[in-house]
């Protein structure tokens, strides 16, 4: 049978009991004379009746719910078992809020229904909490005993004359001290488990808060002889937060969070029991009026509690976060250590810094997020600065659950990493982009007026042409370049040292500029321009053979077009690949938007090249782009 099917049997089963008592209780009942009146009215009906209906019928509702989804495991079939006993002591524990009491003998039934199903819901939470989350020692006995007490007990009174059946209370009384003991054995327990401890002290706590007030204010007056406190079925509404909470523990919902969970419910459970109290004392102690006594709490609440809660909380149910700069610190220590083996070593020290887990191990699968796996008892952490995906195993030691507070705070540091590596990635991107300009600067720049001067055979000349050389050596260290000049300043220079250079060597050289006298240039597209020509002028001298080299260079539609060509012999494709020298024309023209194409055959080589002029359309044009 599937779960829902299973849930739809009980929960019709449990309707049909509820029917059949509510049609009991509302017959017509019979006055002294025989003579028989109408239906009772269930509008009439005042809370005390409904109350104890729809607690029983909530508590039927969880405990079968939890029974259709896990039938064979022994706790839930105590539950569900429990779930039936509370069904039948709330039902037969309202006829005294009947509008017209039931015959003698009916009342009799439905006192010894009402003993039957308090003990019995007893007895079953005895041994709930003797054998769960693990059995306690002697767990056995533990059983026995009370089941021998409290079920002799049961049936002593029972068999008694019908005034006995009040000592029921006495035996809720004690049934519930024994359960209030157990769980607190349970809780106190030395769990190696923090899963099974968070259960016991959940579990713990649900009894003190769903069955306390019912027991404090009504089972202990009345067992030792005081008048109740306040109306008994009204007290049992708190038992559906003890079987919410029973069901929670045994269906281990959310078990990471239960332990943060139990500190907040006992933080505010306390402090509502001492209100409370405090407004008795006053209406009972003092003789303050109820309005007086109820506004004096509700000042205190707002003025002493509400201000004092999260420094409370902070202080005893939250635990103590790591500092968030010692953390940064490590990261950042961990990220930028030189070797792959150092930064997983100082990655995982980083977890066990801040987590302390038992162990820290490769995870079976890799993850994109922190997920807390196992019912908090292992946190996975995802792949990063090279480490595969890990899994944290038992936090603290083995003496706390992973929560979703540690999932947080691992994608807090997963995203730090990540980011520090990432900074570290583009640094040395760019520590590399430098190394290769610097190479390419000197050798289209200073390589060029080098070769230059080992060719000139006037030494003035060739001191002059080394001092050029050592300028443009600093500027490429520097990276600082020239400031912006005009580019017909810059072509004028550019010419006389071309010139120069292709004289000694019998090369004519045909200059054609056609650009604006107030056209400027950056610094990069002012590198690229003067290295492309440098390196076409020594790529004429040293390998084409050529006597002529023409260089044309225009301004038109927003572009600047180079044309350098010679009337050599040409070179052939696979020697243009394997030099630096053209390749790095290419890199620098097409790095600042522009392109490149190389043309070489018997009849010499041509390098035509462009870039785009950055707001062309303004009276000073600049042009723009990457700095190379």
């Not at 054995?185 to 016991?200: E, F, K, M, T, Y």
């Not at 707002?302 to 990261?331: C, K, N, Q």
């Not at 007026?449 to 050389?469: C, F, G, T, V, Y």
Request: glycine share 8%; aromatic share 8%; hydrophobic share 50%.
């Amino acid at each position: 049978m599937t779960p829902a099917a299973r849930l739809t049997a009980l929960l019709l089963l449990g309707a049909a009991l509820a029917a059949i008592i509510l049609v009991w209780m509302l017959q017509p009942p019979a006055t002294a004379s025989g003579v028989v009146m109408g239906w009772r009215n269930p509008v009439a009906l005042s809370a005390g009746f409904w109350v104890p209906w729809f607690v029983g019928l909530g508590a039927w509702l969880v405990s079968a719910w939890v029974f259709a989804l896990r039938p064979r495991d022994p706790a839930i079939r105590l539950f569900a078992l429990s779930g039936v006993m509370t069904l039948l002591f709330t039902f037969a524990g309202t006829v005294d809020h009947l509008a017209a009491p039931l015959a003698p003998d009916d009342r009799y039934i439905a006192a010894i229904i009402n003993t039957i199903g308090a003990s019995g819901f007893g007895l079953t939470i005895i041994a709930l909490f003797a054998t769960y989350p693990a059995p306690l020692p002697h767990a056995r006995w533990l059983v026995a005993g009370p089941l021998a007490a409290f079920g002799g007990w049961t049936l002593a009174i029972i068999s008694g004359p019908p005034e006995g059946l009040a000592a029921v209370q006495a035996i809720t009384f004690f049934e519930m001290l024994a359960i209030m003991l157990l769980a607190l054995w349970q809780a106190l327990r030395p769990w190696r488990d923090p899963g099974a401890r968070a259960i016991a002290v959940w579990l713990g706590l649900s009894v003190l808060i769903g069955a306390g007030p019912f027991i404090g204010l009504v089972a202990t007056p009345m067992t030792f002889g005081h008048a109740k406190l306040i109306d008994e079925n009204v007290a049992f509404a708190s038992f559906l937060l003890f079987y919410l909470g029973i069901a929670i523990g045994l269906m281990r919902y959310r078990l990471f969070d239960l332990g943060r969970w139990s500190y907040a419910l006992l933080l505010y459970a306390l402090v509502g029991a001492g209100l409370m109290l405090f407004d008795l004392a006053l209406v009972s102690v003092l003789a303050v009026s109820p309005v007086t006594a109820f506004a004096t709490t509700l000042g205190i609440v707002a003025f002493t509690w509400l201000p004092m809660r999260d420094a409370l909380w902070d202080r005893f149910g939250r635990r103590s976060r790591p500092d968030e700069l010692l953390m940064f610190g490590s990261v950042v220590e961990s990220v930028l250590r030189p070797t792959a083996s150092g930064r997983a070593e100082g990655w995982q020290a980083l977890l066990d810094q801040v987590y302390r887990p038992l162990e820290i191990r490769e995870a079976r699968a890799s993850v994109s997020e922190p997920q807390l796996a196992d019912d908090g008892r292992a946190l996975t952490i995802p792949a990063v600065l090279g480490v595969p995906s890990l899994e944290l195993c038992f936090r603290q030691q083995g003496q706390a659950l992973f929560s979703r507070r540690d999932a947080e705070l691992a994608r807090l540091l997963v995203q730090l990493a990540s980011y520090v590596e990432a900074s570290r990635a583009a640094y040395d991107q760019g520590v590399a982009e430098e190394r290769v300009r610097i190479a390419r600067d000197i050798h289209d720049n200073i390589g060029a007026q080098l070769m230059q001067a080992l060719h000139s055979d006037e030494p003035p000349r060739k001191n002059a042409m080394i001092r050029n050389s050592l300028a443009d050596l600093r500027d490429i260290i520097n990276n600082s370049g020239t400031p912006e000049l005009s580019l017909e300043a810059l072509l004028a220079d550019l010419r006389a040292e071309t010139g120069s250079r292709l004289d000694l060597h019998a090369i004519a050289l045909n200059w054609q500029v056609d650009v604006p006298g107030n056209l400027v240039l950056e610094t990069g597209p002012l590198h690229s321009l003067r290295s492309a020509i440098r390196e076409a002028t020594s790529n004429t001298i040293k390998h084409s053979g050529a006597d002529r080299m023409t260089v044309s260079i225009r301004a038109v539609d927003g572009e600047l077009t180079v044309r350098l060509a010679d009337n050599g012999s040409g070179f052939p494709a696979q020697r243009s690949a394997a030099g630096h020298g053209l390749a790095n024309i290419e890199t620098r023209f097409v790095s600042l938007g522009g392109r490149v194409s190389i043309h070489s055959d018997s009849g010499g080589t041509r390098i035509e090249a462009s870039l785009p002029l950055a707001n062309s359309a303004s009276p000073v044009a600049v042009l723009g782009g990457l700095p190379t």
